[in-house]
């Protein structure tokens, strides 16, 4: 079973700017998750799907932050635009279903450095 | 609301000796408990978890925790330490709030540090 993927793995960019996160689910997994870690922190919850349809984005900050996942399937995370507080790893999670028991699987990450 | 809280963020142990990595956890529904472990560079892995079943949890390398619902405690132990043990380990809480979605928290992690 293929893992979740994401890319890229690395990027830097320039504060002010924009920058984009790809996220491919486990095949069949309806929950996907978005999370920020910033160094020495544990990972923050910014945004969970099920299916199409967003359940919790409380804690995305949406003035700068947006995110998508249209067929239900991949997802896209976007910073527009970015500040050097937004240095970090952005992981995304997915899993089988809701439910308090659900193993959550993760992806590599991506690592932002905004200078 | 939920939170976790992860009394240690360092443990150094020597390598054999055994590991204690403490968390506790506030709930306002009857929650799942996990613990995954997060090496240098690598995503984040599944160690074990809780769900109302055996309040005894073994997981992976070894590794089990203990579910204390009178002391809010899900502490995670090894009888003994190694090498590859060395990693960032981060408890977390999961419930199914009203709206009928889980909700998931994180705490700050504890990394682990083994000794030759």
């Known amino acids: 079973e293929a893992g979740v993927a994401q890319s890229p793995r690395y990027k830097i960019i320039e504060k002010r700017q924009s920058v984009a996160f790809w996220c491919n689910p486990i095949s069949g997994h309806a929950t996907l998750y978005w999370y920020q870690q910033i160094l020495g922190q544990g990972p923050k919850l910014l945004i969970q799907f099920q299916n199409n349809g967003v359940v919790d984005d409380s804690q995305l900050p949406k003035d700068r932050f947006s995110a998508e996942r249209l067929k239900g399937v991949d997802s896209t995370l976007k910073i527009q635009p970015a500040k050097l507080e937004d240095s970090a790893v952005y992981l995304c999670a997915s899993s089988l279903r809701q439910g308090r028991n659900n193993e959550q699987f993760f992806g590599p990450g991506t690592r932002l450095t905004v200078l | 609301a939920q939170s976790v809280t992860q009394l240690d963020s360092h443990v150094s142990v020597s390598e054999g000796t055994p590991v204690l990595l403490r968390c506790n956890y506030s709930?306002?529904?009857?929650?799942?408990l996990f613990w995954y472990v997060q090496h240098p560079n690598k995503g984040l892995q599944l160690l074990l978890k809780?769900?109302?079943?055996?309040?005894l949890v073994k997981g992976i390398n070894g590794f089990e925790a203990e579910f204390k619902k009178s002391e809010t405690s899900f502490h995670l132990t090894k009888p003994s330490a190694h090498m590859s043990d060395a990693a960032e380990y981060f408890c977390?809480?999961?419930?199914?709030?009203?709206?009928?979605?889980?909700?998931?928290?994180f705490g700050t992690g504890t990394k682990l540090q083994v000794i030759p």
């Open positions: 709930s306002s529904y009857s929650p799942s």
């Open positions: 977390v809480v999961s419930e199914v709030n009203s709206g009928g979605y889980q909700k998931v928290t």
């Open positions: 809780y769900t109302s079943a055996a309040t």
